[in-house]
């Protein structure tokens, strides 16, 4: 706990704060990379070299196609491929950045007396935490994903000490 009140743990994506009873999870543009990082890409260096080339071979047949729709010679080329790489770089900031962008910043909080159970699984660095919505009509869960261990009994010890339900 720093001097603000705040309660705070490291997650996989970012910080996980205790703040005025709720459970708020921040989530880092550098945590939501890693992480997606490591679901997607975690086989081996041929599967990049692969998605490497395969970026930079699409850049051939949309060349070709800006050269025989604009004419032949050289301006044509010139202005074709540089046409390609902002079509190529724009296209893949616009996912990069949707993608990023529905990710990132401060998630709803929880309660910590809308909380019914706190389930900790030490294997995955896991808190499974069931709560009732707004309404109390219905049980929700959210899991929260420790960085490591530590942390994982920082977050239980936190949540311990501020009267959530901790199921061991």
């Known amino acids: 706990m720093n001097r ?3 309660w705070s743990f490291r997650t996989k994506s970012g910080v996980a ?3 005025d009873g709720s459970l708020r999870q921040h989530h880092s543009v550098r945590g939501i990379l890693t992480v997606a990082y490591r679901q997607r890409y975690s086989g081996s260096i041929l599967r990049h070299i692969v998605v490497g080339l395969g970026i930079s071979g699409a850049v051939g047949p949309i060349r070709r196609f800006v050269e025989a ?3 032949d010679g050289i301006i044509a080329g010139a202005v074709s ?3 390609a790489a902002v079509l190529i770089t724009a296209g893949t900031a616009l996912v990069v950045s949707v993608r990023v962008w ?3 910043g401060r998630s709803d909080g ?3 007396y809308d909380m019914t159970a706190v389930n900790v699984n030490d294997s995955d660095c896991e808190l499974t935490i069931q709560y009732e919505d707004g309404d109390g009509d219905d049980c929700e869960s959210t899991t ?3 960085y490591d261990e530590d942390e994982l009994d ?3 010890e936190i949540l311990r000490l501020k009267g959530a339900p901790i199921v061991d």
């Open 81 to 83: 491929a540089g046409l």
């Open 4 to 6: 603000t009140g705040v």
């Open 102 to 104: 529905s990710l990132v």
């Open 69 to 71: 729709a604009l004419a």
């Open 110 to 112: 929880v309660d910590i």
């Open 144 to 146: 929260v994903e420790a």
């Open 17 to 19: 704060r205790v703040v």
């Open 154 to 156: 920082e977050a239980v």
